[in-house]
C-alpha cells in the first residue's frame, strides 16, 4: 500500500488517539469509565500495528515517526502508575479499595471458597484419623497438641516477637497467594489449599481434645482481619491469573498490565488490615481473659470490616466499579 493510502486510511484512528491524549492532560486514565478504556486500549493496539508496519514498508519517514511519538505518549499512560501522596493514599484505604473489593467479588469468592473447602477437607480427615494429619500438619506439632495440656497458660509469650513474626508470616503468604497467580493463577490456588488444610488440621487436634472453645477463641480475634487479607491477596492471584488464561479484547501483556495493576492494589490495600490482624494477635489473643470476651471482640472486627467494605460502595454506582474489574 502506497503511503499516502495508508494515511487516509488509518488518519482517523490516529486523530482520535490524538484527542484522547489531550483529554488525558487534564483527567487521569483512572476516572475513564469502562468504554472510554477500552477505546483507548483499542486504539493504542490499532496504532503500535500502524507503527510497526510504517517501519517496515516505509522506514525513518515522517509518518513513521509521527506514530512513534503518538504511541509512546499513549503508552506512558498504559504502562506508567500514578504518583502517589498521603490525600490519595488516604482516598486509596477509604474510597478504592472497598470498591475494589466489591468489583472483584467473584475472585474474592473463588479465593475464600478454595480456602474454606480445604478447612472442610482437612478437618474431617483428621477427625477420621489422627494419622490423617501428617498430611497437613508436622508429626512433632501434632504430637505436641496431642499430649500436652491445651489449657497451659503461655508463660514464654513476648508479645512484640510473635507480633512481628506473626506479622511478617502473614504478609509472606499474602504475597506468595498474589505471585503465584503469574502461574495461570494454579500457584494462588496451591497457597490457599494448603494454608487451609493447616487451619482444619489444627481446628480437628482440638476438637479431639475437647477445647474446640478454646481454639477458635485464640484464632477469631485476628483471624477476621487475617483472613479476609488472605482471601483479598489470593483474589488478587486469581484476577492475575484469568488474565493470561482469558485476555478478552486486549492482547495478553495489554491484559495482564491493566488487571495486574489493580490486583497489586488489592494486595497493597490488605497491609493495614495485615498489620493490624498482627497487633492483635500478638497482643490481644493471648490476654488471660474469658473467651466470650475474645468472641464479642471477633464479632466487633466482623462488623467493623464489613461497615469498611459496605459503605463507600453505597456511595458509588456500578460505573464506578467497572473500571476495576478489567
Same mark, same amino acid.
Given at each position: 500500500?502506497?503511503?499516502?493510502?495508508?494515511?487516509?486510511?488509518?488518519?482517523?484512528?490516529?486523530?482520535?488517539?490524538?484527542?484522547?491524549?489531550?483529554?488525558?492532560?487534564?483527567?487521569?486514565?483512572?476516572?475513564?469509565?469502562?468504554?472510554?478504556?477500552?477505546?483507548?486500549?483499542?486504539?493504542?493496539?490499532?496504532?503500535?500495528?500502524?507503527?510497526?508496519?510504517?517501519?517496515?514498508?516505509?522506514?525513518?519517514?515522517?509518518?513513521?515517526?509521527?506514530?512513534?511519538?503518538?504511541?509512546?505518549?499513549?503508552?506512558?499512560?498504559?504502562?506508567?502508575?500514578?504518583?502517589?501522596?498521603?490525600?490519595?493514599?488516604?482516598?486509596?484505604?477509604?474510597?478504592?479499595?472497598?470498591?475494589?473489593?466489591k468489583a472483584n467479588m467473584k475472585a474474592f469468592i473463588i479465593s475464600s471458597g478454595l480456602f474454606l473447602v480445604a478447612v472442610l477437607a482437612s478437618f474431617v480427615f483428621t477427625l477420621i484419623s489422627t494419622d490423617n494429619a501428617v498430611a497437613f500438619v508436622s508429626e512433632e506439632y501434632i504430637q505436641h497438641v496431642l499430649?500436652?495440656?491445651?489449657?497451659?497458660?503461655?508463660?514464654?509469650?513476648?508479645?512484640?516477637?510473635?507480633?512481628?513474626?506473626?506479622?511478617?508470616?502473614?504478609?509472606?503468604?499474602? @504475597? *506468595?497467594?498474589?505471585?503465584?497467580?503469574?502461574?495461570?493463577? &494454579? %500457584? #494462588?490456588?496451591? $497457597?490457599? =489449599?494448603?494454608? !487451609? +488444610?493447616?487451619?482444619?488440621?489444627?481446628?480437628?487436634?482440638?476438637?479431639?481434645?475437647?477445647?474446640?472453645?478454646?481454639?477458635?477463641?485464640?484464632?477469631?480475634?485476628?483471624?477476621?482481619?487475617?483472613?479476609?487479607?488472605?482471601?483479598?491477596?489470593?483474589?488478587?492471584?486469581?484476577?492475575?491469573?484469568?488474565?493470561?488464561?482469558?485476555?478478552?479484547?486486549?492482547?495478553?501483556?495489554?491484559?495482564? @498490565? *491493566?488487571?495486574?495493576?489493580?490486583?497489586?492494589?488489592?494486595? &497493597? %490495600? #490488605?497491609?493495614? $488490615?495485615? =498489620?493490624?490482624? !498482627? +497487633?492483635?494477635?500478638?497482643?490481644?489473643?493471648?490476654?488471660?481473659?474469658?473467651?466470650?470476651?475474645?468472641?464479642?471482640?471477633?464479632?466487633?472486627?466482623?462488623?467493623?470490616?464489613?461497615?469498611?467494605?459496605?459503605?463507600?460502595?453505597?456511595k458509588h454506582n456500578q460505573s464506578d466499579l467497572d473500571i476495576y474489574k478489567l
Open positions: 500500500m502506497k503511503e499516502d493510502k495508508f494515511i487516509e486510511k488509518n488518519s482517523k484512528v490516529w486523530k482520535d488517539l490524538e484527542s484522547m491524549l489531550f483529554k488525558l492532560k487534564s483527567k487521569s486514565i483512572y476516572k475513564l469509565d469502562k468504554k472510554s478504556l477500552d477505546e483507548f486500549i483499542n486504539m493504542y493496539n490499532a496504532a503500535c500495528s500502524h507503527l510497526s508496519y510504517s517501519r517496515t514498508y516505509y522506514g525513518n519517514t515522517a509518518t513513521t515517526s509521527y506514530l512513534n511519538r503518538l504511541v509512546a505518549s499513549a503508552h506512558s499512560y498504559i504502562y506508567t502508575t500514578k504518583k502517589s501522596n498521603i490525600k490519595n493514599l488516604i482516598r486509596f484505604l477509604t474510597v478504592e479499595f472497598p470498591l475494589i473489593i499430649e500436652s495440656d491445651v489449657n497451659a497458660p503461655r508463660d514464654s509469650w513476648d508479645p512484640a516477637v510473635y507480633s512481628n513474626f506473626i506479622l511478617t508470616n502473614n504478609i509472606k503468604v499474602g @504475597i *506468595l497467594a498474589f505471585a503465584f497467580g503469574v502461574s495461570f493463577g &494454579l %500457584g #494462588t490456588c496451591y $497457597i490457599l =489449599i494448603q494454608n !487451609g +488444610f493447616l487451619l482444619g488440621a489444627l481446628a480437628a487436634l482440638y476438637n479431639i481434645k475437647n477445647a474446640d472453645f478454646l481454639f477458635w477463641s485464640l484464632i477469631l480475634p485476628h483471624g477476621i482481619l487475617e483472613l479476609f487479607a488472605i482471601f483479598v491477596c489470593g483474589a488478587a492471584g486469581i484476577k492475575m491469573g484469568y488474565s493470561l488464561v482469558n485476555p478478552g479484547q486486549y492482547s495478553r501483556k495489554d491484559s495482564f @498490565i *491493566l488487571r495486574s495493576k489493580t490486583a497489586l492494589k488489592m494486595v &497493597l %490495600g #490488605t497491609i493495614p $488490615i495485615f =498489620i493490624i490482624a !498482627g +497487633f492483635i494477635e500478638g497482643y490481644i489473643t493471648p490476654l488471660p481473659i474469658p473467651g466470650i470476651i475474645k468472641y464479642i471482640f471477633a464479632l466487633l472486627t466482623l462488623v467493623l470490616l464489613i461497615l469498611y467494605i459496605a459503605i463507600p460502595n453505597m
